[in-house]
């Protein structure tokens, strides 16, 4: 769970899955590869028309396109969650699930191969990794960070509650 806000035609992300011998391997000296929640200011003039829908806030970058986003203006704190057990992964925004997935899916593998990370051996794996807030040198607030490790008895999540 975290709480952050952004400035106006702001980019930024939470990294997470971060490996960083994939990093070492495929990325520059500042690389952090893994999957990204991406916080973006979706409704900026800078972006219209330049980004594919899985490039906005809330999405898996570049993999699973968020739905039925509700952010607040510019300025304002938001609310999101992560939740990544198993394969299982969710985007949560402002209490509504926007993202789910499965990393072993077939649709995963599809969204896979049409990202840019479908020539980096391993990036969908489950892995023991960092979590990263990426820095596009644009100015952005995080708040209220908390991680938790999920100890599920079952597999089965709610999939109303966050």
Not at 41 to 49: A, L, Q, R, T
Not at 124 to 146: E, L, P
Request: net charge positive; charged share 30%.
């Amino acid at each position: 769970y975290f709480e952050w806000k952004i400035k106006d035609a702001g980019n930024s992300g939470i990294k997470y899955n971060v490996s960083e011998e994939l990093s070492m391997s495929y990325g520059s000296k500042h690389s952090a590869l893994g999957f990204e929640y991406q916080i973006l200011d979706d409704g900026h003039e800078k972006y219209k028309g330049k980004l594919k829908p899985s490039q906005f806030t809330g999405s898996l970058y570049d993999l699973v396109p968020a739905q039925n986003t509700k952010l607040n203006p510019i300025g304002e704190f938001n609310n999101s969650r992560i939740i990544f057990k198993d394969n299982h992964g969710e985007h949560w925004l402002n209490g509504v699930k926007v993202v789910e997935f499965d990393i072993s899916s077939p649709e995963f593998g599809i969204a896979l191969a049409k990202s840019k990370f479908v020539k980096i051996s391993s990036f969908a794996d489950k892995r023991k990794g960092h979590i990263v807030i990426t820095d596009h040198s644009d100015d952005s607030w995080y708040r209220n960070i908390k991680i938790r490790k999920l100890e599920c008895r079952n597999k089965i999540f709610n999939k109303n509650k966050p």
